[in-house]
Nanobody, 123 residues
Framework: QVQLVESGGGLVQAGGSLKLSCILSGGTFSTYTMGWFRQPPGAVRELVVAISRNGIYKSYADSVRGRSTVSRDKDKNTVSLQISGLRSEDTAVYYC????????????????WGQGTRVTVSP
């Protein structure tokens, strides 16, 4: 019974930064590829970034590449996402997800999902 819980969402001004965190329980953290996805209001879910099981390989979406950083802490069973230079289009519910296989950017390959944390970027 793997569980993922996100935190860190909230209201942020455009141009600012925020850091989201996700903690995994009920499984062995190091065996999971981790991913962050987001779903803007009225839009479909999309990849933000995926990070490999060893934390070395990362795949960022074009929309956040260069202003985002993903990391994982094996001692805390957490994965974090930092986004800088926030824009209105970053407004979305952000989801943490875990995959039992190797690095993947496809949502269908992620078996476990958190409840989501809402990020709202104000002008």
């Amino acid at each position: 019974q793997v569980q993922l819980v996100e935190s860190g969402g909230g209201l942020v001004q455009a141009g600012g930064s925020l850091k989201l965190s996700c903690i995994l329980s009920g499984g062995t953290f190091s065996t999971y590829t981790m991913g962050w996805f987001r779903q803007p209001p009225g839009a479909v879910r999309e990849l933000v970034v995926a990070i490999s099981r060893n934390g070395i390989y990362k795949s960022y979406a074009d929309s956040v590449r260069g202003r985002s950083t993903v990391s994982r802490d094996k001692d805390k069973n957490t994965v974090s996402l930092q986004i800088s230079g926030l824009r209105s289009e970053d407004t979305a519910v952000y989801y943490c997800a875990a995959s039992e296989g190797p690095l993947t950017t496809k949502a269908e390959n992620y078996a476990y999902w958190g409840q989501g944390t809402r990020v709202t970027v104000s002008p």
